[in-house]
């Protein structure tokens, strides 16, 4: 059974930093490209960045509302996702979610979410 | 970015009726391989959104054969041939042929 089980949220001032961490199981981690999504209360999900395979050279992509200030990476040996946030700022507040791609399409999994909030 | 415009916002229905969604996009969703990048998620109220459809018509592992998804280019629609209460909730389109993906706003499917 695939499990994604995020960690790492919290109460941040704006201009902080959070890491989120995101740990996987129940399949070829290593195998897979994954996301970020976030989503902010009553809006629509908000697909952040996915990060691709060894076999494609871990490389990344990032929505430009996030670009700059927010990376992702993984830890194949651990099964863990990461997104490293910095310079917070108040309409980052949100659910975000890790997700296992379904071949390309993201979202095939998605974890339960972990809530972030910025705020002084 | 590609904007991703779902109609109706909410749609009020019976049990047993069919439903349908639309989902338009500001700009081609073909691939230059030829595939187009059209999913379509389910959330229910207090989880996490879970996928139904990929590449415009693909169902899911799992997902009930009600489920029926159609379309090219700009204009996609999602059907249910008979709802179901399971089926209850906010319906999301999703284009992941251009950089970045992009959401629609919804459309929530409820009870009349």
């Known amino acids: 059974e695939v499990k994604l089980l995020e960690s790492g949220g919290g109460l941040v001032q704006p201009g902080g930093s959070l890491r989120l961490s995101c740990a996987a199981s129940g399949f070829t981690f290593a195998d897979f490209y994954m996301s970020w999504i976030r989503q902010s209360p009553g809006k629509a999900p908000e697909w952040l960045s996915f990060i691709r395979n060894k076999a494609n050279s871990y490389t990344t992509e990032y929505n430009p509302s996030v670009k700059g200030r927010f990376t992702i990476s993984r830890d194949d040996t651990q099964n863990v996702l990461y997104l490293q946030m910095n310079t917070l700022r108040a309409e980052d507040t949100a659910i975000y979610y890790c997700a296992k791609h379904m071949r390309t399409t993201p979202g095939g999994y998605w974890g339960q979410g972990v809530m972030v909030t910025v705020s002084s | 970015d590609v904007v991703m415009t779902q109609t109706p916002l909410s749609l009020p229905i019976s049990l047993g009726d069919q439903a349908s969604f639309s989902c338009r996009s500001s700009?081609?969703?073909?691939?230059?391989?030829?595939?187009?990048?059209l999913a379509w998620y389910l959330q229910k109220s207090g989880l996490s959104p879970q996928i139904l459809i990929y590449r415009i018509s693909n169902r899911f592992s799992g997902v009930p054969d009600r489920f029926s998804g159609s379309g090219s280019g700009t204009d996609f629609t999602l059907k249910i041939s008979r709802v179901e209460p399971e089926d209850l909730g906010v319906y999301y389109c999703?284009?992941?042929?251009?950089?970045?993906?992009?959401f629609g706003a919804g459309t929530k499917l409820e009870l009349k």
């Open positions: 700009q081609s969703l073909l691939h230059s391989n030829g595939n187009t990048y």
């Open positions: 999703l284009q992941h042929t251009h950089l970045p993906y992009t």
